[in-house]
């Protein structure tokens, strides 16, 4: 127990705690990376340290895999076998949200990655309980500890370039305060500005007319502070640099736990001499066993997930859009309807989960970000029109806007660069009305 403990269990878990503290640090100190850029070094070591929390990432998943793929291996009766097939179910469960990031599916909102982190996290509990209660062959086992010792390695690096990157803008001094800054929102939920542009430091953005999606969209970070109330998500999470680097030296804490569990295991008890025909049976015969046992898995889960509807609503439309030629609302309704108004079309697939889930949420996500259903362009000021004019531009020419996953099934809302140029100038012309 104690070498499991020691070699395996103590390690994965090291190393998967330093890679959500790192998730965690990313998203706090997202504005730093804009706001120190031009510090010396700086950037080049974020960048190592990303690349480095990503090979330890790697290697905590293929010490998992490997885990994973021996317990469903192992010779059982059938409902046993269901039982030592979840932790590779909970894998494919974990690399088919590292799917969706590849292909930019669920990447608009929270979904691949809720549904990545939640796969990860059950993969991880599983896999825990699997490495107390069986034993490795020898092979096997040198595979897994090499993985974590890798992975230990590539999160200390990760950690002191964090830790070294915040010192350094530390001592750079404090960052730059742009003050003065007052939001309201428009109709539409469109977030503006009271303050005048004079008041904006170098470098600073105005407020995105996109809502809580318009830093998103705009691919660039909002910096503040806010003297008053801001538009609601767009606050600045106000976290010093010192927070940062302490939470670099608890990533290298924590590699270092993992690396001294692997080395402390390998000294102390050494390799237990486990035959591999001690653990696996009928190769072939077990593996079609347990790919049959991951298939009922498979479909009890999609069985579950009907259990979970979500509401699928078209809203009657409160504002009327004055479009200046049926061209620009032909182009609108073929790329941007579905998830800019209440006039979307819901097909069989959105109501069957998980596709239900995804869809919605980004019908949901669409329409708070801007919705012209419920945006009357006559309400709104000069300023307020150039800007979400602007930002229209800029998601439609980038490419964000359709989402990748939204073309993968509506191939018709893709469009030439001369019809987002008609589309462009068509939405600027209807929001000027």
């Known amino acids: 127990m104690g070498r499991r403990w020691f070699g395996f269990l103590i390690p994965l878990w090291g190393i998967a705690l330093g890679v959500l503290l790192y998730g965690v640090l990313t998203v706090l100190g997202a504005r730093f990376g804009f706001l120190y850029r031009n510090v010396t070094g700086f950037t080049a070591l974020q960048q190592v340290s990303r690349w480095a929390i990503g090979v330890s990432a790697l290697s ?13 291996l192992r010779p059982a009766s059938w409902p046993r076998k269901i039982l030592l097939v979840l932790p590779a179910w909970f894998l494919f469960l974990t690399l088919l949200g590292l799917l969706m990031f590849l292909l930019q599916i669920g990447t608009v909102g929270p979904f691949a990655a809720l549904w990545t982190v939640g796969s990860a996290l059950l993969l991880l509990i599983a896999v825990t309980v699997a490495g107390l209660r069986m034993d490795l062959p020898s092979r096997i086992h040198k595979w897994v500890q090499a993985l974590l010792g890798l992975g230990g390695a590539s999160g200390l690096v990760a950690g002191l370039s964090l830790l070294l990157a915040f010192l350094l803008a530390m001592a750079r001094g404090p960052a730059p305060a742009f003050a003065g800054l007052q939001g309201s929102f428009g109709p539409g939920g469109v977030p503006g500005f009271l303050g005048p542009p004079e008041t904006l430091g170098e470098g600073a953005r105005a407020v995105p007319p996109f809502g809580t999606s318009g830093e998103r969209f705009r691919g660039e970070p909002f910096v503040g502070p806010f003297p008053g109330r801001p538009p609601e998500g767009l606050a600045p999470v106000r976290v010093a640099p010192s927070t940062m680097a302490v939470g670099g030296g608890i990533l290298s804490a924590l590699a270092l736990l993992a690396l001294g569990a692997v080395g402390w295991s390998r000294r102390r008890w050494g390799m237990e001499d486990v035959p591999t025909a001690a653990i696996w049976g009928d190769r072939p015969q077990e593996g079609l066993r347990a790919l049959g046992a991951g298939a009922m898995l498979s479909l009890a889960a999609l069985l579950i997930a009907q259990l979970i509807p979500v509401p699928r609503t078209n809203p009657p439309a409160r504002a009327t859009i004055p479009w200046d030629s049926p061209q620009t609302q032909a182009l609108w309704q073929r790329a941007c309807a579905d998830c800019h108004s209440n006039e979307t079309r819901w097909p069989w697939y959105t109501a069957v ?58 191939p018709e809302a893709r469009l030439t660069d001369l019809e987002k140029e008609l589309l462009i100038q068509g939405l600027q012309e209807t929001l000027s009305r």
């Open 353 to 410: 989960a998980p596709a239900s889930w995804l869809t919605v949420l980004h019908v949901n996500e669409g329409r708070q970000a801007l919705n012209l259903s419920e945006l009357d362009p006559a309400a709104l000021s000069p300023a307020r029109k150039a800007r979400l004019a602007e930002e229209i531009a800029r998601v439609i020419r980038n490419g964000s806007m359709p989402p990748a996953d939204y073309l993968l099934i509506h």
């Open 60 to 72: 905590a998943l293929g010490a998992a895999a490997l885990v994973a793929g021996i317990t469903a």
